[in-house]
C-alpha cells in the first residue's frame, strides 16, 4: 500500500518538486537527484511515519533539505546556500499539517514546460528533456522509448542541459508577447510524445505505449496552468479521443482495424464525452487553432454510432478550416479523402492525382495507401491492387502491412 | 550574459557588405547591450595560420570552405538567450544571412560571499 502511494505520489508530484527545485538551485542535475532522493526517503519513512497530508509539500521540503545539504558539503558560496534555504513560499491557505505549501507557486512546472520545449533546444532534446523532468522516466526508459542506446540517450539529455545553462535560457514563463510563437512549440512536443505512444504496436512495447498516457498526464497539467489557451484544450481534447478508440484499432493478433470496421462499442464513451466537454468549451472563446479543429475532426468521427452516420461533409469543411491554417500536404491528403466520402470516391482521386503529380508527399508512406482506398471505393479494382502493392512496401509496421494485404485478397477474390 | 553574434551570409551576402545597420547598433548602443563589433573583408582576403611541430603553415583563404561565411560580428552583453534572440532577429542581415548566437565560455562567476 506504501509502495502504491508513493507511485502515486511519484506520478503526480515529480514535475513539481523538479521543476521547483531547479527553481531555487538553478541546477537541473543536482534537482533531478535530490527529487530522486526525496522518493528515496518516502519509501523508507511512509511505512513508519504514515503518508503526509500533502505528499507533494513534504516531497518538496525533503528535496530541499538534501539540497542544502548538498550544497552544504560541497562548499558552494554562502549566498547561494541562504538562497536555497531561504526557498521562499507563498504563504498558501491555512492547513494544518504545518508544511509550508509548495502548490501555492503553481507554475514552476509551467516554467519547466517552456523551457524544455524552448525552441532553441532540438526537437528531440525536447522531447528527452520533457519526458526525464516532467514525467520522470528514467534515461533507460527514454531511449528504450526512442531506440537508442541509453549512453546516446544519456547524452543527449547531458547537452541540452549544458545549452540551458550556458546559453543562458531562461527558466520561465515566457512574457506574453513571445507566447504567441512559444506555445506551440510545447503543444507539439506534448503531441509528439503521445503519437510516439500511440502508433507503437500493441503490446509489443509498454514503455512505448505509456508515453501516450505520460502525455495525456502532461497535457492537462498544461491545461490547468494555462486555462486561456484554448489550444491547450483542444490538444487535451485530441489526445483523449484519439485514446477512447485506441482499444478497436488493433485486432487481437495487432492487425489494423480503419475506422469504418472498428467495433464502435469498444470506444471509451466517458473520455469521448470528456473530451467533447472540453473541446466545447475551447472552441466557445473562438479562438480557433489546429489543435482544436482536428479534434473536432476527431470529435465527428468519435459521436457517429455507426460509420454510415459519419458527418463527412462537416468533416470535409473543418479539413478546409484546417488547411488554411496549417496548408501541409498531409493535410491536403486528408482532406482529399474526406471529399472523397463526402462526394464519392471520383472527387477525392482527382485531389489525391494531383498531390500525388505534385511530388510533395513522395515520402509519405500513406500516400500509396490513400489512393488504393479511394480506388477500391471506385469500383477500379485492378488499379487499386497496384496501388495497395505500392503501399505494402512502405508501411512502417507489421499491423498496417496485414491489413494492406487483406485488403489485396478481398479485392482480387 | 555575453554573446557574440557571428553574421553569416553567402556569396549573395557581399552586396549587403556597405549596407550598414539601419540604426540597428543605435538602437542597442542606446540600449546598452552592444558591446562592440565590426564588418568583415571578404573571406577571399583570408589567412588561415596553423602551427604544427613548430612550423607556421599559412593557406589562403578561411579556415572552412562552406558556403555560408563570417561576415561580420558583434559583442552582446544582455539578460538571457531570448533577449539574445530578440537582438538578433532586429539586426538587417538576418532577414538575409543568419546570425549565430555564441554565449561566451567565462570563467565560474566570482564568489560574493
Redesign the interface.
Same mark, same amino acid.
Given at each position: 500500500v506504501i509502495e502504491e502511494a508513493v507511485a502515486a505520489a511519484f506520478r503526480d508530484e515529480w514535475g513539481q518538486v523538479v521543476a521547483t527545485l531547479i527553481r531555487v538551485t538553478g541546477d537541473w542535475d543536482l534537482a533531478e537527484e535530490c527529487a530522486q532522493d526525496a522518493f528515496a526517503t518516502a519509501l523508507e519513512r511512509w511505512p513508519r511515519d504514515g503518508i503526509p497530508d500533502r505528499p507533494g509539500a513534504w516531497l518538496t521540503t525533503t528535496a530541499r533539505h538534501r539540497a542544502i545539504d548538498r550544497l552544504r558539503r560541497e562548499a558552494v558560496?554562502?549566498?547561494k546556500l541562504k538562497e536555497v534555504a531561504a526557498m521562499t513560499y507563498e504563504p498558501g491557505p491555512a492547513d494544518d499539517s504545518g508544511v509550508p505549501d509548495d502548490d501555492a507557486v503553481p507554475d514552476d512546472r509551467l516554467r519547466l514546460m517552456f523551457t524544455c520545449c524552448?525552441p532553441?533546444l532540438a526537437p528531440e532534446a525536447r522531447v528527452a528533456l520533457t519526458l526525464r523532468t516532467l514525467a520522470g522516466l528514467t534515461t533507460a526508459e527514454i531511449a528504450s522509448a526512442f531506440l537508442v542506446s541509453e549512453q546516446t540517450m544519456a547524452r543527449r539529455l547531458g547537452r541540452a542541459k549544458q545549452k540551458i545553462r550556458?546559453?543562458?535560457?531562461?527558466y520561465r514563463v @515566457?512574457p506574453a508577447h #513571445?507566447l504567441p510563437e512559444r506555445t506551440p512549440a510545447v503543444l507539439a512536443v506534448l503531441y509528439l510524445l503521445f503519437n510516439e505512444g500511440y502508433s507503437a504496436s500493441a503490446g509489443a512495447d509498454l514503455v512505448r505505449r505509456n508515453l501516450s498516457a505520460e502525455a495525456i498526464r502532461l497535457a492537462r497539467v498544461l491545461a490547468t496552468l494555462m486555462p486561456d489557451e484554448p489550444e491547450a484544450f483542444g490538444l487535451l481534447a485530441l489526445m483523449l479521443l484519439h485514446e477512447a478508440r485506441s482499444d478497436g484499432r488493433l485486432t487481437t493478433s495487432g492487425e489494423l482495424v480503419p475506422l469504418e470496421e472498428q467495433d464502435r462499442s469498444r470506444w471509451d464513451r466517458v473520455r469521448i464525452a470528456e473530451a467533447e466537454a472540453l473541446l466545447e468549451g475551447a472552441l466557445r472563446r473562438r479562438e480557433p487553432g489546429p489543435y482544436q479543429i482536428q479534434a473536432a475532426i476527431a470529435a465527428c468521427h468519435a459521436v457517429a454510432e455507426r460509420a454510415g452516420d459519419t458527418d463527412w461533409a462537416q468533416i470535409a469543411g473543418l479539413y478546409d478550416q484546417l488547411y488554411r491554417i496549417a496548408p501541409t500536404p498531409v493535410v491536403a491528403l486528408n482532406r482529399a479523402v474526406a471529399i472523397g466520402m463526402a462526394e464519392g470516391p471520383e472527387a477525392g482521386l482527382l485531389l489525391v492525382e494531383d498531390l500525388a503529380a505534385s511530388g510533395a508527399l513522395a515520402d509519405y508512406h500513406l500516400l500509396a495507401a490513400t489512393r488504393a482506398d479511394l480506388l477500391r471505393r471506385a469500383g477500379r479494382h485492378s488499379e487499386a491492387v497496384t496501388a495497395y502493392r505500392e503501399a505494402l512496401g512502405q508501411a512502417g509496421t507489421d499491423g498496417e502491412r496485414s491489413f494492406l494485404e487483406r485488403r489485396i485478397r478481398e479485392i482480387s477474390a | 550574459?555575453k554573446y557574440l553574434l557571428l553574421i553569416c551570409g553567402d556569396e549573395s551576402a557581399a552586396v549587403h557588405a556597405n549596407d550598414g545597420c539601419e540604426g540597428w547598433s543605435e538602437e542597442m548602443t542606446s540600449r546598452g547591450v552592444l558591446e562592440g563589433g565590426a564588418g568583415l573583408a571578404p573571406p577571399s582576403d583570408a589567412t588561415a595560420v596553423r602551427v604544427r611541430d613548430h612550423q607556421v603553415l599559412l593557406t589562403d583563404g578561411p579556415f572552412a570552405e562552406t558556403k555560408e561565411q563570417v561576415g561580420g560580428f558583434c559583442m552582446i552583453d544582455c539578460?538571457? #538567450?531570448?533577449e539574445?534572440?530578440e537582438i538578433a532577429s532586429k539586426h538587417p542581415a538576418a532577414r538575409y544571412g543568419t546570425i549565430e548566437?555564441r @554565449?561566451l #565560455?567565462l570563467g565560474p562567476p566570482p564568489?560574493?560571499?
Open positions: 558560496g554562502a549566498t524552448h532553441a550556458n546559453a543562458a535560457i531562461p @515566457p #513571445l | 550574459v539578460e538571457d #538567450l531570448d539574445a534572440i548566437i @554565449p #565560455l564568489d560574493l560571499s
